[in-house]
């Protein structure tokens, strides 16, 4: 038995076993590289995914837990308009230094802005709590959430 | 699917655990740590009967299967297990994770036990041969074991309708998210007519089980506020017996420490 | 603010942050192999049988036996084997590597390897060394004397850990044979050493060995030496199977068995004669670890900064770098002056109080300016800026205010202030830029009047990519969008040196700006033109002599101050940081986004050093802080109020007037915090990390 789910919009079925991790699969079976491995354990974000409209870590996730669910990555988000105000404001404030971490940030910036369309800085921390960054000490981040919200208006 | 099967509902689910050797998914967040890798798993999320909310005229009930976002965000749940649940973490696991697997693991460090040890709630353990409902404290019998059997689910978690809203909950991790508990204390205090009509604490993260003494709570229980100053330092005392922290990677002696403070502090807040 | 400071969109941005960046990874070659390496179980003990299952067809174990050049990995001693050889020194020694097609089986055939092992006992404990790796010792003045007329004395030793560089992306390469060649790709901060390390092990000429850098999830030192012995395993590996092999570490591998922050011990010897500092005598020990990999230097530099910004004429500086059976450290930003620098500052602190002055009154009267002569009697040939530091720092957290009102606190909470004056000496210490790098750096202007940098510095996150183009770019008179610069590939790029110790935008990026410059002057529109610029000293500089630590150690130095602000629960003896406040002088900024950057993520890495970073070894040798779970960073929640500022102090000799950047925000972290510890707790403190743990000894009056 396969299984099913959709990813980045588009309906897919994988022979992967149901216990097996959906970061490992989606970066083997389906080539989606711009979910990082940083730790398999849950504590880092870099491999960020959204699942039905919430964040999680794929690490943390097997196959099973995916069938008939939507599984977004970067390489879909990247496709949107949102993510297009994202990208300009992360820009604005060179929030990317080694960018192994800014793929699952900018899902977790999506999510925070979806939940939240005007986030105070404390709820934007909070929203990337689970996301560890050891570049930029976060500041740049946290402005760059707070600039597309502002340039975001409607799109959230 | 391989090494895993899906069921839908409860009924379903409780005929594959009877028969196959498998383990129960629900959040996944601990079980993906370190999966075994030839572990069949049962998947429960899409069980209806164990993702509900309700209050009924005795209890709140709570679905093993939601996960902490869901009760964070909903209305009937107290004060007092919101924040514990919001302080797990971080929201990419507290999406996944759920309220019975924080109970199934077994770990006097789950966040969520330790106020449902406080509030004395109950486990609804079901199997396709029946159900029991349990007190929380029966349900842990050591690190990592519990008394459910390998054909049964918690399916629900009970707490008792009293008023919860004079509480007392610290959680001491070693940063402000991503923090595995500590140290944790919760307690809960009520007064009616100038009397203690309950007192009920927990100590989380410090033995294998998570201590709860209702023996030692009923010394304040029944008194005055300034009747239980009297017998305040022989509670204290007693709880200084009681609480023996097993030896981990943060010393025995801190987090006995930050225990007995915290519980003076939750006394003094209450004016004892 | 200068025009070139204006931040621009970095050169990385696009890739990074649509996912598309391939890390290493992310790629996959034809036929490639996964390999996983054996770690020893042991601190010490003989080999005396390895027992091994049977291999399924296409599965293979490299070891010693299969290193065609020489089992050592060349850092700068030749000590490491690549493979161990009849003897482990520390837990997590490689001593083979499984290697094969399908990354799982490897893993199972991996567990079902035995090692026999006849141990012995471990020397865990740095002051129960026998071996001294290094041992260095210089005067000024006249110590002595000093101590012999003193009418005080001050003596405390200072400890601090362990701390992990964290990178996101874990240690990972891969290598494969190709035409009678080697080739290496991987996560790496410098290309060259990998290159000479990797045709020391096989046994080839340079010329047969290539380096790529691949995008790179941070450094930070962590990959300045540890990829030249990966690079070997993983290059014997792939000679012997004749195919790509891949190694990427996992998280917990990572931890425990990759170079660290070297613990440290620091005895400060102060001499005090009518008030005044007349001399200090300081010995340093810092643990190597099993192997010296990089402790010369790092040592070096933590005993040229020992005596701090102060100006002490009387000065003996001893310290010793010594063997232990525990993983072997090496570099991490900062380099050894986040060891000492805790130490002079705290000690500093502590006479203050003693003397009944306030610290920050004390290292004022005390701290050096322009003109006056370093530890190792050279000069501080440029102004000073840290009198309007101090000012600055005061004013955004009236902080002078603040420390006298810390002082007499009851109740649960209890605030605190602390402040930390520092420097960091630009680029490499002493002569090893003029004598052992010799960088060459090289534009190339194409035929389309696109121009490339060629460089082997690695841009590992810190922006240098942006900032070389910008330099080249701006002096050329060019769009930015006409200068581009790929990841370095050592059959492509010279040897302009390693990605290290603050030197790459300082030094090459000079070289870079001459360049251009004549590039500009000799411009023939569409036809291929090379420039290619050589390491010049420049003349001011004293020469440095190793043998007596005398000279200028370092043409110039990056200058900070800092401040932490906390609130101590005392009944869960946690710590809040309600403020965190840098002024750095990095001399002008080239491009101030990417500079804040650096201050920003440098000081909060400077912050976990000091609060919740720890690591340690158990009885047996082994770590066990090894996850995120159990070594714990500093999260987006845990400094909010965490505030950079730039202090522009142009420096004459660098491109644009800079000089260097990354390492400065982290080495003052940890003093600025442990004296704000100090403020709200009333007690005399001397560790880092200083941990709950500690706090709680200190309120319940436990002697530490």
Redesign the interface.
């Known amino acids: 038995m396969m299984i099913n789910f959709i990813l980045n919009g588009q309906k897919v079925v994988s022979t992967a076993k149901a216990n097996e991790r959906l970061l490992d699969i989606l970066r083997t079976e389906f080539a989606c590289t711009g979910v990082k491995c940083g730790c398999k354990e849950g504590e880092c974000g870099a491999c960020s995914v959204i699942i039905d409209g919430k964040l999680v870590n794929s690490c943390m996730v097997a196959m099973g837990y995916v069938e008939s669910c939507t599984v977004m990555t970067i390489e879909g988000y990247r496709k949107t308009e949102r993510f297009a105000v994202l990208d300009t404001s992360y820009a604005s404030v060179s929030a990317v230094q080694c960018g192994f971490c800014t793929p699952g940030m900018v899902l977790a910036s999506e999510c925070i802005l979806a939940k939240n369309p005007n986030p105070t800085e404390a709820e934007i921390r909070e929203g990337i709590s689970g996301n560890l960054c050891r570049c930029t000490g976060y500041n740049a981040i946290v402005q760059a959430i707070s600039i597309a919200a502002k340039e975001g208006k409607g799109l959230w | 699917m391989v090494n895993g099967y899906q069921a839908t509902s409860l009924k379903e689910a409780l005929k594959i655990l009877a028969k196959e050797s498998v383990t129960p998914y629900s959040g996944g967040t601990d079980l993906m740590i370190d999966p075994e890798e030839h572990a069949t798993f049962l998947f429960l999320a899409r069980i209806s009967e164990m993702k509900n909310i309700i209050e009924d005229t005795e209890y709140l009930r709570i679905g093993a299967a939601c996960t902490f976002t869901e009760i964070i965000e909903n209305e009937l749940v107290p004060e007092i297990l919101k924040e514990a649940a919001a302080q797990i973490a971080a929201p990419a696991i507290r999406n996944l994770a759920t309220i019975g697997g924080n109970i199934c693991n077994g770990s006097a460090k789950g966040d969520s036990a330790l106020i449902l040890f406080a509030t004395d709630a109950k486990l609804r353990l079901v199997s396709s041969r029946g159900e029991r409902v349990l007190p929380i404290a029966e349900f842990y019998l050591g690190r990592k074991k519990t008394a459910l059997k390998s054909d049964e689910l918690l399916v629900e978690i009970l707490i008792d309708r009293i008023n919860l809203s004079n509480y007392y909950y610290k959680k001491v991790g070693a940063r402000d998210a991503l923090a595995i508990s500590r140290v944790s204390f919760a307690a809960i205090l009520n007064v009616a007519d100038g009397k203690i009509v309950n007192c009920m604490t927990a100590f989380g993260a410090v033995s294998d089980i998570i201590i709860r003494r209702p023996d030692i709570d009923a010394m304040l229980v029944g008194k005055t506020t300034k009747e239980a100053k009297v017998v305040k330092k022989e509670y204290i005392a007693a709880y200084d017996q009681a609480i023996i922290p097993i030896k981990g990677r943060i010393s025995a002696e801190y987090r006995k420490a930050v225990c007995m403070n915290l519980l003076r502090d939750f006394l003094e807040s209450n004016g004892i | 603010m200068e025009n070139i400071s204006g ?1 621009i ?2 050169k ?12 290493v ?2 790629h996959l070659m034809d036929g490639m192999l996964y390999g996983r390496m054996l770690h020893s179980a042991k601190a010490k003990a003989r080999i005396t049988k390895i027992i091994l299952p049977e291999l399924p067809e296409g599965y293979l174990i490299v070891d010693k036996n299969d290193v065609t050049g020489v089992n050592r990995v060349a850092i700068i001693i030749h000590d490491t084997p690549v493979y161990a050889e009849d003897t482990v020194e520390y837990v997590g020694e490689p001593i083979l590597m499984v290697v094969g097609p399908d990354d ?1 089986v490897v893993e199972t055939i991996l567990h079902k390897i035995v090692v026999v092992y006849e141990e012995k006992i471990p020397v865990l404990d740095m002051l129960t060394s026998d071996t001294v790796f290094f041992d260095y010792n210089y005067t000024k003045g006249d110590m002595d004397k000093a101590l012999a007329e003193a009418d005080r004395v001050f003596i405390e030793t200072f400890q601090t850990g362990y701390q992990e ?6 240690q990972g390469l891969i290598a494969y044979p190709q035409d009678g060649r080697m080739t290496v790709r991987g996560s790496m901060q410098c290309p060259y050493y990998v290159h000479s390390a990797v045709a020391n092990a096989i046994g080839c000429e340079g010329k047969d060995v290539q380096i790529i850098q691949d ?6 030192g962590g990959k300045e030496a540890f990829p030249s012995i990966l690079a070997c395993q993983v290059a014997v590996a792939a000679k012997k199977a004749n195919k790509p092999v891949k190694v990427i570490f ?2 917990r591998e990572d931890m425990e068995f990759t170079s660290k922050r070297h613990p440290s011990l620091s005895t400060y010897k102060v001499a005090i004669k009518n008030g005044e500092i007349t001399g200090m005598d300081i010995d340093v020990l810092f643990n190597s670890g099993a192997y010296t990999t990089l402790s010369a230097v790092v040592l070096q530099r933590g005993l040229i900064c020992a005596n701090g910004v102060y100006r002490i004429d009387n000065l003996r500086v001893g310290g010793r770098a010594v063997k232990t059976n525990t993983v072997p450290c090496g570099a991490y930003r900062g380099f050894g002056a986040p060891q000492t620098f805790f130490a002079v500052e705290m000690i500093m602190d502590h006479i203050a109080k003693e003397m009944g002055l306030d610290s920050l009154e004390l290292k004022e009267k005390y701290m050096v300016k322009q003109g006056d002569s370093t530890s190792t009697s050279g000069k501080y040939h440029f102004h000073v800026p840290l009198p309007e530091m101090i000012q600055r720092i005061d004013e955004l957290t009236d902080y002078r205010a603040k420390r006298k009102q810390y002082q007499q606190q009851i109740g ?1 909470y209890r605030k605190g202030i602390g402040l930390s004056m520092f420097f960091h000496g630009c680029g490499f210490t002493g002569s090893g830029e003029r004598d052992i790098i010799k960088a060459v750096a090289k534009i190339r202007k194409n035929p389309d009047n696109t121009v490339e940098i060629l460089a082997s510095n690695a841009d ?4 240098l990519k942006t900032t070389f183009c910008k330099i080249v770019a701006d002096t050329l008179g060019i769009s930015y969008d006409r200068v581009y610069i790929d990841n370095p590939d050592t059959d492509r790029v010279p040897d302009s040196g390693p990605t290290v110790a603050s030197r790459s935008l300082m030094t090459v990026g000079g070289l870079l700006q001459r360049a251009a410059e004549k590039l500009k002057k000799e411009w023939q529109e569409g036809k291929e033109q090379v420039i290619e610029e050589h390491f010049v000293e420049p003349d001011f500089v004293i020469p440095f002599n190793l043998k007596d630590f005398s000279g200028d150690a370092y043409p110039t130095y990056s200058w900070s101050v800092n401040a932490i602000e906390v609130e101590v629960d ?5 710590t809040k940081i309600l403020g965190a406040w840098g002024i750095f002088d990095v001399g002008v900024p080239i ?1 101030m ?2 500079v ?2 650096q ?7 400077g912050i976990g050093y000091a609060s ?1 970073e720890q690591m340690d070894y158990n009885a047996k040798g082994i770590i ?2 090894n ?4 070594y ?9 109020n ?1 505030v ?1 500022e730039i202090m522009n102090n142009p420096y004459t000799h660098g491109p644009y007037g800079a000089k260097g950047a990354g390492e400065l925000p982290l080495v003052g972290a940890a003093p600025a915090y442990v004296e704000a510890m100090e403020n709200a707790l009333g007690a005399n403190l001397n560790k880092v990390p200083f941990t ?2 500690d706090v ?1 000894k200190i309120l ?1 009056g436990v002697n530490t």
């Open positions: 931040s969109k970095k990385d941005h696009e890739a990074k942050i649509n996912g598309s960046a391939l890390y990874d992310d799982q560089q964290a990178y996101l992306e874990t995008v790179t999830g941070g450094g930070f996992d998280r649960r590992i996150g810190q922006g005392t009944l869960t003896a946690t491009d986004n990417i804040m950057g201050m920003e993520g440098g000081f909060l890495q919740m066990r802080n996850s995120f779970s159990d714990i960073i500093p999260t987006a929640v845990d400094v909010p965490l950079a709950p743990e709680m319940q």
